[in-house]
């Protein structure tokens, strides 16, 4: 991107004064980030991608009705709506985004002054991004109005084993007879995984607002530390709140790397679980039902195990959605992930056990 055409796409966006100088965060996994520097102020300038969210306009659509919901929440509790919420920036038309050829672009104000942790390699930390998640989801518990589904299926088990089957099915990669064990490993779970997500399409466990990337990076802090707000609001949907923990319990707590070649590293930190549960629900519990606590540790175990299915999935499949570095390393994630599940099976009583306190 060159920054004349930079320069001309922000153009298009109504902020306070004139553009000074525009410089790249870096390109992220998902998105490509900009600073835009205006003589009064700063903003985050971002290109949408295109080809994970395929309706763009729907996602700026939920992130608009999230944000003003938060905002309303902040004040009201006599906060500061400009730093506890991301703030949407429209073009000079009014819009949400801007869309030049293949590409939607979309700004924010940047939040001054604020910091983002990589890793949760502290007890504090741990527990600050269950704040973080916890407090986000708190605001949101009174929202009850669905998002448009901006990624289909997520989370969504019954479709997944859709896509499993026809894998299994189809066997492209001819690779299904090598990993047999693997398979099992699946199948054996495919009822209990099944019936956590009844429970989600009947209603047991409410329809909620899912951030659905609860990476500690995906939360800003201010200069002591403490949580001002969750941002990269892209994958915003509607379904049981109860996947954000798990997913982020699946991240935060593995001892190992998520493709880890040493099965004896990989196993989940119950003390790390304990700090992330401890701060998301001090400030999620008073919103939650009994319900959803009665499941919440269940969670980690559901996301883990989906986790090993995808991984397993895409290596029968031949390789065609995750990116990989060797022929097998979609299999060793899926190997690494079903040792986790193990552990987390292993202690779940103890996780449990938290979880009600
Ligand atoms: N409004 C903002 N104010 C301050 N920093 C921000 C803001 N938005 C993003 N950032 C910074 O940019 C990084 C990447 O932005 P993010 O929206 O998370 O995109 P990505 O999809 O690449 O993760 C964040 O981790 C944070 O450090
Ligand atoms: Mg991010």
């Not at 939607?104 to 942790?117: F, M, P, Q, R």
């Amino acid at each position: 991107m060159t920054n004349t055409n930079l320069r001309s796409i922000a153009e298009h966006f109504a902020f306070d004064a004139s553009i000074v100088d525009i410089t790249t965060l870096g390109q992220g996994f998902i998105n490509d980030t900009y600073i835009v520097t205006t003589e009064k102020s700063r903003y985050i300038l971002q290109r949408k991608n295109h080809h994970i969210f395929p309706d763009v306009p729907a996602m700026m659509d939920n992130i608009e009705r999230v944000t003003t919901h938060l905002k309303a929440k902040v004040a009201a509790a006599g906060g500061d709506p400009i730093r506890e919420v991301l703030t949407v920036v429209r073009t000079k038309e009014g819009e949400l985004y801007h869309r030049e050829g293949d590409n939607y672009w979309a700004a924010s104000l940047y939040i001054e002054g604020s910091v983002t942790h990589d890793k949760a390699d502290t007890p504090r930390l741990a527990y600050m991004g269950g704040r973080g998640i916890g407090k986000f989801q708190a605001m949101l518990a009174d929202f009850t109005e669905p998002l448009a589904e901006v990624i289909k299926g997520f989370h969504n088990i019954r479709w997944r084993f859709e896509q499993w089957d026809k894998a299994l099915a189809e066997d492209r990669a001819g690779r299904k007879a090598s990993v047999a064990a693997e398979i099992e490993q699946i199948e054996r779970r495919r009822e209990q995984m099944l019936a956590f997500w009844e429970m989600v399409e009947q209603g047991v466990l409410p329809m909620r607002v899912t951030h659905n990337d609860t990476k500690l990076s995906n939360i800003l802090f201010d200069e002591h530390d403490e949580v001002l707000c969750v941002i990269d609001l892209d994958t915003v949907m509607s379904s049981t709140s109860l996947n954000d923990f798990g997913d982020a319990i699946r991240s935060y707590t593995n001892r190992g790397a998520e493709d880890d070649t040493d099965l004896g590293r990989v196993s989940m930190d119950i003390e790390t679980f304990r700090h992330y549960a401890e701060g998301y629900l001090e400030e999620r519990g008073a919103t939650m039902s009994a319900s959803e606590r009665e499941w919440l540790a269940f969670s980690a175990l559901y996301i883990t195990y989906e986790q090993v299915l995808r991984f397993l999935m895409d290596y029968i499949d031949g390789d065609s959605y995750y990116k990989i570095a060797y022929p097998t390393h979609n299999l060793v994630r899926a190997r690494a992930q079903h040792k986790l599940l193990e552990s987390m099976e292993e202690q779940y009583e103890a996780m449990r056990e938290i979880c009600r306190q």
